[in-house]
């Protein structure tokens, strides 16, 4: 310790003693002392007031510390409580999604009779071929087999085109090689369908064979023509959307618009004949 420090002390000490022996003779207003203590005493208020004001900042400090503390505490309990409200609000959008696949299954049963359904879920697309292709996780492990028809609770999507063990690969029905048969509903006339690859990216069906008697509209439903032993009667196919008749034939065609939006897909029903699946799953592509 420097001798600066140790004659500070001193002073303090000394200070300190004659503060304390000023309080005790200010008990009797009879001496000079009392005198002496009132002349200084001013001062010594103004110190000792000055040290109440800093011991009350101080103890405010400390407060606001303590409530910081205790905020704290309390964010942290609600970030907790935030993250399990959003795990929950996760689980509850899964399975409302699950309950509304399930209520679409139990609607298409009604109208495929015969078959049973199998979801599946698109797990890759072939986008070099605008969506032609896509493959799904389910396989001849799971019933699937080729060429079942594949559709959503709107209507048509493809056919099962190669399987594998746990995945399969699904044409669908805009793809060029794709043609089926399908009657117009108002009239029950037989017309063919095939895929078209559209530069614009629609996913469109073109009808190019329609009979005399078949006489086509622009808002005529499409649905398919059990034919093939590969579609069953009545799925959705698709609506027209345009006729053209050529001037010096007198070819009537048409473009058909998809019932099902093949481009936002994510789950898709794989149709197997009840009984069929257990024989049928020699074709394998894994």
């Given at each position: 310790?420097?001798?600066?420090?140790?004659?500070?002390?001193?002073?303090m000490?000394a200070i300190?003693?004659?503060?304390?022996?000023?309080?005790?003779?200010s008990g009797?207003p009879?001496?000079?002392?009392?005198s002496?203590?009132?002349f200084?005493?001013?001062?010594?208020?103004?110190?000792?007031?000055?040290?109440?004001k800093?011991?009350?900042k101080?103890?405010?400090?400390?407060?606001?510390?303590?409530?910081y503390?205790?905020?704290?505490?309390?964010?942290e309990?609600?970030?907790k409580?935030n993250?399990?409200?959003?795990?929950?609000?996760?689980?509850c959008?899964?399975?409302e999604?699950?309950n509304?696949e399930?209520?679409?299954?139990?609607?298409?049963?009604d109208?495929?009779?015969?078959?049973e359904?199998?979801a599946a879920n698109i797990?890759?697309?072939d986008?070099?071929?605008?969506?032609?292709?896509?493959?799904?996780?389910?396989?001849s492990t799971?019933?699937?087999?080729?060429?079942c028809p594949v559709?959503?609770?709107d209507g048509?999507?493809?056919i099962?085109?190669e399987?594998g063990?746990n995945s399969?690969?699904?044409?669908?029905?805009?793809?060029e090689?794709?043609?089926l048969m399908?009657?117009?509903?108002r009239?029950?006339?037989?017309?063919?369908v095939?895929?078209?690859s559209?530069?614009?990216?629609k996913?469109?069906?073109?009808?190019?064979?329609i009979?005399d008697?078949?006489s086509?509209f622009v808002?005529?439903k499409l649905v398919?023509a059990a034919?093939?032993?590969?579609?069953p009667?009545?799925?959705?196919v698709?609506?027209?959307?345009?006729?053209y008749?050529?001037?010096?034939?007198g070819?009537c065609?048409?473009?058909?618009?998809l019932?099902s939006?093949?481009?936002?897909?994510?789950?898709?029903?794989i149709?197997?004949k009840?009984?069929a699946?257990?024989?049928?799953g020699?074709?394998?592509?894994?």
């Open positions: 310790m420097n001798k600066k420090a140790k004659i500070t002390i001193w002073i000490i300190t003693i004659i503060m304390l022996i000023l309080v005790i003779v009797n009879d001496r000079r002392a009392n002496i203590y009132k200084i005493g001013t001062p010594v208020s103004a110190i000792q007031s000055g040290f109440s800093i011991g009350t101080m103890n405010s400090w400390f407060n606001v510390v303590t409530s503390d205790e905020i704290e505490k309390e964010m309990s609600l970030r409580e993250a399990e409200l959003k795990d929950y609000k996760t689980e959008e899964k399975l999604e699950e509304s399930l209520r679409e299954m139990m609607s298409l049963k109208t495929v009779e015969g078959y359904l199998v797990i890759a697309g986008i070099t071929d605008w969506f032609n292709y896509f493959t799904v996780d389910c396989g799971d019933g699937i087999y080729k060429n559709i959503t609770n048509l999507v493809g099962v085109a399987v063990l399969s690969k699904i044409m669908t029905v805009v793809d090689q794709n043609t399908c009657r117009i509903e009239s029950n006339a037989l017309v063919r095939r895929g078209v559209s530069e614009n990216m996913y469109e069906l073109f009808l190019d064979r009979t008697d078949a086509v808002g005529d398919t034919s093939g032993d590969v579609f009667d009545g799925i959705a698709g609506t027209v959307t345009k006729v008749t050529d001037s010096k034939t070819e065609t048409a473009t058909v618009e019932a939006d093949i481009s936002g897909l994510r789950t898709v029903y149709m197997a009840d009984g699946a257990s024989t049928a020699g074709e394998s592509a894994d």
